[in-house]
């Protein structure tokens, strides 16, 4: 089963009423281990999150360290591209090489990676002084 199946098989327990958008997210950290995430909207709607952020949850919360590998899955004519925030968030556990497919239900694809979702990342590095 791809990184592609296993954001999709999760993204039908998405939580998305407002928007009606269900998303899912895969990540296969580099310990080797599936994490998943779906949307999970609320009602004041600037306090939802993204699938992508809920994968990431899951993946620190089982103890692992980092993204090899993510796929992310909407039902929509396009692949959609993650947001503004998710990218910095993708960027703070991915190298910049690491793959991001980004998928359709109707099973288009597209793969990027971190670095060409977010060229230039603020990272840890630029607070060397802190
Ligand atoms: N959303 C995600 O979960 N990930 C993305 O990459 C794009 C957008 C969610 C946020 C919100 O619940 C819904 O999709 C509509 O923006």
Same mark, same amino acid.
């Given at each position: 089963m791809s990184l592609v199946d !296993?954001?999709?098989?999760?993204?039908?327990n998405a939580y998305a009423p407002f928007s009606n958008f269900k998303v899912g997210a895969a990540i296969r950290s580099v310990e080797g281990r599936?994490?998943?995430?779906? $949307?999970? *909207? $609320?009602?004041?709607?600037p306090e939802g999150t993204c #699938? *992508?952020?809920? #994968?990431? =949850? =899951?993946?620190? =919360? =089982?103890? !692992?360290?980092?993204?090899? *590998?993510v796929a992310v899955i909407a039902d929509s004519p396009d692949p959609v591209p993650p947001c503004g925030g998710c990218r910095q968030k993708l960027a703070e556990f991915a190298d910049g090489d690491v793959a991001v497919t980004l998928a359709t239900t109707g099973g288009a694809t597209l793969k990027t990676t971190v670095a060409d979702l977010l060229p230039g990342a603020f990272v840890a590095g630029h607070m060397a002084n802190s």
């Open positions: !296993d954001a999709a098989r999760v993204r039908v599936l994490h998943l995430g779906v $949307n999970v *909207e $609320n009602v004041a709607y #699938a *992508e952020a809920g #994968a990431i =949850a =899951a993946m620190i =919360a =089982a103890g !692992d360290s980092r993204i090899a *590998e």
